[in-house]
C-alpha cells in the first residue's frame, strides 16, 4: 500500500514552452500533496504544499506564477511549469501524505531537462 | 527554526559490515521523525518513522532506529550490510501538525558498501 506514482517519468522540452507533471496516490486519499525539488546530489526543498480544493502554498522563494499547482481531487495534483527555461531543469518529486498515519509517501520522480 | 543535521556526507561500509548513519535534529516540540532512502535516479521509500512510544523503532529491510530526546537524535542502524543498501538516505522531521505539517530533510549521507 501507499503506493504514489509520478508521470513523466522523464521529460525534454524547449525553453519557453511549458511542462505538466502529474501526481498520484494510487490506493489512499491525500488531502495533501507536496511538491519538491532536488538539485544534484543534494537534499529535497520544498516548493508548496497543496491541498485538495484550496489553493496551494509556496515556500518563500518560489515563483507561484511559475510552477503552478492545481489539486483537484484526493488522488490527483500537477505541477505546470510555465515558460520554462533551462534553470528549471532539475528532479521533481511529489509526495502525498496519508492522513491516517500522517506520513509522507514519495513518487519516483520526474527529471526535467530544459534546452 | 527546525533543522535537522546529517553529519556524514559519505560513508562507506563492507558488506556485512554494521551501519549506523547519525542524524541530529533540532526542534522546539515532541519531533515526529522519519528516516528515507533513495536510490540513483529514484524517488524516496520510507525505511520507518517515530512518532511516539517505544524510542527503538523497527523499520523495513532490517534497519533500526533510536530516538535519543536527551541528545536530539535519531540514529539510523543495521546490524549488517548488504551490497542493495548502496543508496542516499535522508533523515527528516515533521514541523507542525495535521494539513499544517511539513518535512524539514537533512543534507543527506551517501552510503557506499564494498565486496
Known amino acids: 500500500g501507499a503506493v504514489v506514482s509520478q508521470h513523466p517519468s522523464w521529460v525534454i522540452c524547449k525553453s519557453g514552452t511549458s511542462v505538466k507533471i502529474e501526481c498520484r496516490s494510487l490506493?489512499?486519499?491525500?488531502?495533501?500533496m507536496f511538491w519538491y525539488r532536488q538539485f544534484p546530489k543534494q537534499s529535497l526543498m520544498l516548493m508548496a504544499t497543496?491541498?485538495?480544493?484550496?489553493?496551494?502554498?509556496?515556500e518563500q522563494g518560489v515563483e507561484k506564477d511559475k510552477f503552478l499547482i492545481n489539486h483537484a481531487s484526493l488522488t490527483l495534483s500537477t505541477l505546470t511549469v510555465t515558460s520554462a527555461h533551462p534553470e528549471d531543469s532539475s528532479f521533481y518529486i511529489c509526495?502525498?501524505?496519508?492522513?491516517?498515519?500522517?506520513?509522507?509517501?514519495f513518487g519516483p520522480g520526474t527529471r526535467l531537462t530544459v534546452l | 527554526a527546525q533543522s535537522v543535521t546529517q553529519p556524514d556526507i559519505h560513508i562507506t561500509v563492507s558488506e556485512g559490515a554494521s551501519l549506523e548513519l547519525r542524524c541530529n535534529y533540532s526542534?522546539?516540540?515532541?519531533?515526529?521523525l522519519f528516516w528515507y532512502v533513495q536510490s540513483p535516479g529514484q524517488g524516496l521509500q520510507l525505511l520507518l518513522k517515530?512518532?511516539?512510544?517505544?524510542?527503538l523503532v523497527q523499520g523495513i529491510k532490517g534497519f533500526e532506529a533510536e530516538f535519543k530526546r536527551s541528545q536530539s537524535s535519531f540514529n539510523l542502524r543495521k546490524p549488517s550490510v548488504h551490497w542493495s543498501d548502496a543508496a542516499e538516505y535522508f533523515c527528516?522531521?515533521?514541523?507542525?501538525?495535521?494539513?499544517?505539517?511539513?518535512?524539514?530533510f537533512g543534507t543527506g549521507t551517501r552510503l557506499q558498501v564494498t565486496l
Open positions: 527528516a522531521v515533521a514541523v507542525g501538525t495535521g494539513t499544517a505539517s511539513k518535512l524539514t
Open positions: 517515530y512518532f511516539s512510544g517505544d524510542t
Open positions: 490506493d489512499f486519499q491525500a488531502t495533501t
Open positions: 497543496s491541498n485538495e480544493g484550496s489553493k496551494a502554498t509556496y
Open positions: 509526495s502525498a501524505r496519508m492522513t491516517v498515519s500522517d506520513t509522507q509517501y
Open positions: 526542534y522546539g516540540a515532541t519531533p515526529y
